[in-house]
């Protein structure tokens, strides 16, 4: 590790970049084939980028860029020298894909030369990096900051969440989202002059540069995940594949926001058992590849139960406006419950629950509470259940003593975590000036106290 001393003035003030965790509803997996998904954020469920400028150099006077990631215990630094290389040939990269027909950086695909000379910088910088976590993270960030703003040095990235890692609710677009938005603030270029007001013309920057953020970290990932950790609310999505189609549309892929999604009552279940989405998504790959005509039906019917399901959710939505009947809002509930079951039984058939997850479902149904299904990659992570609707004629007092039971079960017996949170709010934010005390707390307490928390989100407008 290099003597660090302290020179020159800071160039930047610190800000916070923050972005939510997402819950998807229908379609995890086959959002990679091209087919539709309905995903929404969660907002209570954030990650937080504080920068801070560091005036700080090592023994050989050279500038540093710092990385301080807590919640996976792992910090690095890396010198001015140390990037240079990587640096020039991003620079030459932005250059040249100004002239090409994409027009600039953000509309191109990974760079594998770029990528290959950051794993070799990774392996000569942190030889002992056998952690996956800290390797994918390490990318993500650097190739980011590379592609964005490649000059810039004395500069420290703490990076904090109180979303779950490797659970199913999206904490890698969450990241990439924030230290995509934190590298075009401090940018030179004019493009991303406007950042403060997070226009659509941002937000769509945004959403490009976190797809190479995502990719970074799980290979092909489809879109949904950034674009609901930057544009927030709940969102159907579908990932364009065929190139012409993309031509004709002008965009990479199709989005709504859905202004027409209901309150549904729900609870997330963190199994705990660790997953990484990069290994998930190539294993369904593999079986894609071995025997198409079985697996291209199951990811369209995952399509068709998406489109059903965004159907039904309007019409909740347009019944709980209307106060409408209960007769009729319970059908609907119970055709979204056998859609939920329907999609969770497709994502088992292409191997991506697990035992863990298994128990969730098995519980639910025996305890009539609701339906679940594996949310995000599967393999570990969360569940998702729909619960009935509890409330109307036919659910009494045993309904929720199941509900109570049902909780009790999770938490006592399995030692799972539950979430009880809303859907939808608030997307990418940027809080470009902060309180000293805060930024002072930010940087030394253990997680995020709610001190910060409350600090950061009521300023989230
Ligand atoms: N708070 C965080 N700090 C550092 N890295 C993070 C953080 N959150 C996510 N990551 C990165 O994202 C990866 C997890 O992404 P992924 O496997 O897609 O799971 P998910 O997106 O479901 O949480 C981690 O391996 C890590 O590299
Ligand atoms: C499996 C997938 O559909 C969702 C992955 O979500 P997560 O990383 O598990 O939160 C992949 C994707 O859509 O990019
Ligand atoms: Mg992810």
Not at 82 to 109: F, V
Not at 270 to 281: E, G, R
Request: hydrophobic share 40%.
């Amino acid at each position: 590790m290099p003597n660090i001393q302290m020179t020159q003035d800071s160039a930047f003030s610190p800000f916070v970049a923050t972005a939510p965790g997402k819950v998807i509803i229908f379609g995890e997996h086959s959002a990679v084939y091209g087919q539709p998904a309905i995903a929404a954020a969660v907002s209570t469920l954030r990650t937080y980028l504080l920068v801070v400028p560091t005036k700080r150099q090592d023994t050989h006077n050279s500038e540093i860029v710092e990385l301080s990631f807590p919640d996976i215990k792992f910090d690095h630094e890396w010198t001015k020298e140390d990037l240079q290389e990587c640096a020039n040939y991003a620079s030459k990269l932005i250059s040249n894909a100004s002239q090409t027909a994409q027009k600039s950086i953000e509309n191109m695909d990974l760079d594998d030369t770029l990528a290959k000379m950051i794993g070799e910088l990774l392996h000569k910088t942190l030889p002992d990096c056998t952690n996956q976590l800290h390797h994918a993270a390490a990318l993500c960030f650097l190739y980011l900051y590379f592609i964005i703003c490649p000059k810039l040095t004395n500069a420290k990235f703490i990076l904090k969440s109180n979303l779950p890692i490797g659970a199913g609710l999206g904490s890698s677009a969450s990241i990439s989202v924030c230290l995509s938005l934190a590298f075009m603030k401090l940018s030179n270029d004019a493009r991303f002059q406007n950042i403060h007001t997070l226009n659509s013309e941002v937000k769509d920057l945004v959403n490009k540069f976190s797809l190479i953020g995502e990719k970074c970290i799980h290979g092909t990932p489809s879109g949904i995940d950034n674009a609901v950790a930057t544009y927030g609310n709940a969102v159907l999505f579908q990932k364009l594949l065929d190139p012409s189609e993309q031509q004709r549309a002008g965009v990479t892929n199709k989005m709504e926001i859905l202004n027409e999604f209901p309150e549904i009552p729900m609870i997330l279940t963190n199994t705990k058992i660790p997953k990484s989405t990069k290994t998930l998504v190539s294993n369904v790959n593999i079986l894609f590849q071995k025997n198409p005509l079985i697996f291209d039906p199951i990811f369209q019917a995952m399509g068709h139960i998406t489109n059903k399901g965004h159907e039904t959710l309007t019409n909740i939505y347009k019944l709980n406006d209307e106060n409408g009947n209960v007769k009729k809002k319970t059908k609907l509930m119970n055709d979204l419950l056998e859609l939920v079951k329907v999609n969770h039984g497709l994502l088992t058939s292409m191997n991506v629950s697990h035992p863990g997850l298994e128990k969730i479902v098995n519980l639910s149904t025996e305890l009539q509470v609701g339906a679940t299904k594996l949310t995000g990659a599967g393999g570990g992570g969360c569940a998702l259940t729909i619960l009935n609707d509890v409330g109307n004629e036919t659910n009494g007092k045993e309904a929720l003593e199941n509900m109570a039971l049902f909780e009790k079960t999770l938490i006592d017996d399995y030692k799972y975590d539950i979430y009880r949170t809303g859907l939808g709010g608030k997307g990418a934010y940027l809080l470009p000036s902060l309180d000293q005390s805060i930024i002072e707390e930010f940087q030394s307490a253990d997680g995020l106290p709610s001190s910060i928390l409350n600090y950061i989100n009521s300023k989230i407008v």
